[in-house]
């Protein structure tokens, strides 16, 4: 079956700009995991849905981060007035009820530049 | 804080041979603990995991050992394959079920023809 999808998968900003990533994660998922990766590191928890509620926002590094899914589906991640620190791999995972494992999709590259 | 460490960055390994990938965590909360493959500009992939009343899952080629005492972690791959080669990722949760994963830094196997 259809794994989870990311778009797009490559992004480049202009500093300042806003951006707007997408996960569709795979069908009937009810959680949702956001995480970032820089390079070298392992990937790192920004946030959590399940269903619509987001339930665990505590990993977003600042208030120019911002998450929504609001119909328990599909998942944007927005960052505003992106910054060069926010260049990394964004990585979405989702997960059926009851799991304890989480399926990636392939990531979004952004470069701030 | 690392919470959760991989302290060989790389490791080669001869065809054939027997691969043996470390982990350790400091927080005596975790006891769900998962492996995930990474190949370059793609998502981790799930291969093994283990909850923390066993010591010992098997799957195939992958086995997990769990150390609670240690709060150690390895995967064993054998025999190991080329196709093997790749980023792999210790990570764990508190939980298991819909909680956040802390991941390592992750390990460079190279599997030698």
């Known amino acids: 079956g259809a794994g989870v999808s990311q778009s797009p998968r490559y992004k480049v900003a202009k500093r300042g700009q806003d951006v707007a990533l997408r996960c569709d994660p795979i069908?009937?998922?009810?959680?949702l995991f956001w995480y970032q990766q820089a390079l070298g590191q392992g990937p790192e928890f920004l946030t959590y849905f399940q269903n619509e509620a987001q339930l665990d926002k505590s990993g977003l590094p600042s208030d120019r981060f911002f998450a929504e899914r609001p119909e328990g589906s599909v998942s944007t991640l927005k960052i505003q007035r992106t910054q060069q620190e926010d260049s990394a791999v964004y990585l979405c995972?989702?997960?059926?009820?009851?799991?304890?494992?989480?399926?990636f999709g392939p990531g979004t590259r952004l470069l701030v530049l | 804080d690392q919470q959760v460490k991989q302290n060989s960055p790389s490791l080669s390994v001869q065809e054939g041979r027997i691969s043996i990938l470390n982990c350790d965590y400091t927080?005596?909360?975790?006891?769900?603990f998962l492996w995930y493959k990474k190949y370059p500009a793609e998502g981790p992939t799930f291969l093994i995991s283990?909850?923390?009343?066993?010591d010992k899952n098997e799957d195939g080629r992958f086995t997990v050992f769990l150390n609670k005492s240690a709060k150690h972690l390895s995967l064993h791959i054998v025999p190991s394959q080329p196709g093997d080669s790749a980023v792999y990722f210790c990570a764990a949760s508190r939980s298991f079920g819909n909680e956040k994963l802390t991941f390592g830094t992750g390990t460079r196997l190279t599997i030698i023809p």
């Open positions: 927080n005596s909360m975790f006891d769900y």
């Open positions: 283990i909850s923390s009343i066993k």
């Open positions: 069908s009937g998922h009810v959680s």
């Open positions: 995972a989702s997960s059926p009820a009851g799991s304890g494992t989480q399926y």
